[in-house]
């Protein structure tokens, strides 16, 4: 499966600095632990290689820290080994997990892209909550439609997570929030805000509805309020749902909505881009506390 240029790995424990660390160098690329970060840049394969082997990567030092401050027990970590001193302080407790260390040319003929950030973990997935968890103290949720842009969906859990809302859920066909570049583009906060996946909406409508949200669907109709009327007198639970750039929202979203918002718009310009959109739309509905 991989190019094998050279020797075999080099296999050691080092003491990094204070921190006791389960360093791998390698100079190879044929030992079965980096099959996790083989062919990155791959969309088709990883985004159904990944949620099947229960894994996602992390990419960054930060996003790396955010994931364990979140829980999440990483599998293995791939750098640079000039990140070592900022990496290692993360892995104290996880000294039984191998650290993968080895030169640019070499990483990157394995991931497909240079690693300029320094550093990727395979992190085990955690299991999806249930929509009745996620949502049980939530008054502002934020539904997402069949967005396939990773780019997108990072950036509105990114505006999720600095202007509010409470948490996410993201429809069956909706890209996966734990792609890595959907975590890099919300700055890790994906792995802070709840979420959770909808079933249909056949069943995803009566649920929502039973906990008491109204369904506010973004979209342009001839029977839309706008904005500004809507935020006016909004409901107590308001669950916001929004499209794909393209199409726009499904017909059976719309058939779900209890009311259809506009964004007033000027100089003929008809949208925003969808997590432009939903930053609008959520810092107006915003919960004052």
């Not at 990496?87 to 997990?97: G, K, N, S």
Request: charged share 20%; hydrophobic share 45%; with cysteine.
């Amino acid at each position: 499966m991989f190019p094998t240029p050279g020797r075999l790995a080099i296999r050691r424990r080092l003491l990094c600095e204070s921190w006791l660390v389960h360093i791998e160098h390698i100079e190879s690329l044929d030992d079965p632990g980096l099959e996790d970060y083989s062919r990155l840049t791959d969309v088709a394969l990883r985004r159904v290689s990944e949620p099947a082997g229960g894994l996602y990567i992390a990419e960054s030092t930060k996003v790396i820290s955010r994931a364990i401050a979140a829980g999440h027990r990483p599998r293995s970590v791939l750098m640079l080994e000039r990140w070592l001193d900022d990496v290692a302080p993360m892995l104290e407790r996880f000294d039984d997990v191998p650290v993968y260390v080895g030169e640019s040319d070499l990483l990157t003929s394995l991931t497909g892209f240079n690693l300029h950030r320094g550093a990727l973990a395979a992190m085990h997935r955690p299991p999806l909550a249930g929509v009745e968890e996620v949502i049980a103290d939530a008054r502002r949720v934020i539904i997402i439609e069949d967005v396939v842009d990773h780019t997108n969906v990072g950036a509105i859990f990114r505006a999720v997570a600095g202007i509010g809302a409470d948490a996410v859920l993201v429809t069956p066909r909706c890209a996966d929030p734990l792609y890595r570049r959907s975590v890099r583009v919300s700055m890790g906060t994906v792995l802070q805000v709840p979420w959770t996946r909808l079933p249909e909406w056949d069943v995803a409508a009566p649920m929502l509805h039973a906990a008491g949200f109204h369904l506010a669907a973004l979209a342009l109709s001839d029977t839309s309020v706008t904005l500004d009327e809507f935020a006016a007198d909004p409901p107590e639970r308001v669950a916001l749902v929004l499209g794909t750039e393209g199409d726009g929202l499904s017909r059976h979203a719309l058939s779900a909505a209890d009311s259809v918002v506009t964004i007033p718009m000027m100089h003929g310009v008809d949208s925003l881009n969808v997590a432009s959109a939903s930053a609008v739309a959520m810092y107006q509905l915003r919960v004052q506390h």
